[in-house]
């Protein structure tokens, strides 16, 4: 593999060297305002399992406004809305047009630049030749609440105020945006608006998305089912569709539309027997559900359950 190809599946979480099994967890989600971490409705019933261990949690990231930096943290909640550290939960903040249409790095490449730290009940925000910004996570209820569209579905954000909007704009120079906050009262949107025609995804309303850092072992990711991290029982719910915003360079916010796409193209297309869900995306990661909801850290053993 290429150096310029190597550098493209570091974006992705990768080492450039096979270690033994280390797993990266992101939350690719929240609840509405995002891709979704936690949650299986339906009760079922618990029953003996053998635990393998198959890895190690080696980093653990929740994304608190969507396209911008990650924040890595060391222990996280996975709750019923997404995974959540201290105050603050993985997306329930999202860059919106006046009309409420979402943006994210595939329209405002530099959103990657926006660095978030967590302190107490405010989020901080830097950018590239701005001064900070200092963010409530408590907002008053009496602030405006957007009707939003994310990826063609309806949602509702509660605007986060002029002044964080007035830095997005200045800081993005191409037109006015505002800030808005998911609530927990808000509904989130669910797997069954997303893949209408897949009955057995219609019970979820968001997933965890886990990678593995050894290239060789991505293979291995694919086939687990069921796994148990720290006190979190997780299963699988379907593979990730890899999308424009992989080719986003996150040190630079420059878009240039090909890698690591077209690497991951090579090797990582869907068995055509699934194509009517993924399409022509190339395939990297999982999406998994949570059963059981409790606390992950770093360090965790993965164990994966077998019958």
Not at 31 to 52: D, H, K, S
Request: aromatic share 8%; with cysteine.
């Amino acid at each position: 593999m290429g150096a310029s190809s190597s550098r493209a599946l570091a974006r992705l979480g990768l080492p450039g060297q096979p270690r033994s099994t280390w797993l990266g967890v992101a939350a690719l989600g929240l609840a509405a305002v995002a891709l979704g971490t936690v949650a299986w409705r339906r009760a079922r019933p618990r029953r003996r399992r053998r635990l393998q261990q198959v890895g190690t949690v080696s980093k653990v990231w929740i994304y608190p406004i969507k396209s911008c930096k990650g924040v890595v943290v060391t222990e996280t909640e996975c709750t019923a809305m997404g995974l959540r550290c201290g105050k603050v939960r993985d997306r329930f903040w999202m860059v919106i047009k006046e009309d409420g249409h979402m943006i994210t790095a595939r329209q405002e490449p530099r959103l990657v630049l926006v660095s978030i730290t967590l302190e107490n009940n405010y989020l901080t925000l830097m950018a590239p030749d701005m001064d900070q910004m200092i963010l409530p996570i408590k907002l008053p209820s009496s602030n405006k609440v957007y009707d939003c569209r994310l990826f063609g579905l309806d949602i509702k954000g509660r605007d986060c105020g002029d002044e964080v909007a007035q830095w997005f704009t200045n800081y993005l120079k191409t037109q006015p945006y505002r800030l808005v906050q998911f609530d927990t009262n808000m509904k989130g949107r669910t797997t069954k608006k997303l893949y209408p025609s897949e009955g057995y995804l219609q019970n979820y309303e968001v997933s965890s998305h886990l990678i593995s850092e050894a290239k060789w072992s991505q293979a291995w990711l694919d086939t687990w089912d069921e796994l148990l991290i720290g006190d979190v029982e997780m299963k699988k719910v379907l593979s990730c569709p890899r999308c424009v915003l992989t080719t986003v360079d996150p040190d630079t916010g420059i878009i240039d539309r090909k890698e690591p796409l077209e690497t991951l193209k090579s090797y990582r297309l869907c068995d055509p027997s699934v194509k009517n869900i993924y399409q022509a995306s190339p395939l990297f990661g999982m999406y998994f559900s949570v059963e059981k909801i409790g606390r992950l850290r770093v360090g965790d053993p993965v164990y994966r359950m077998v019958d």
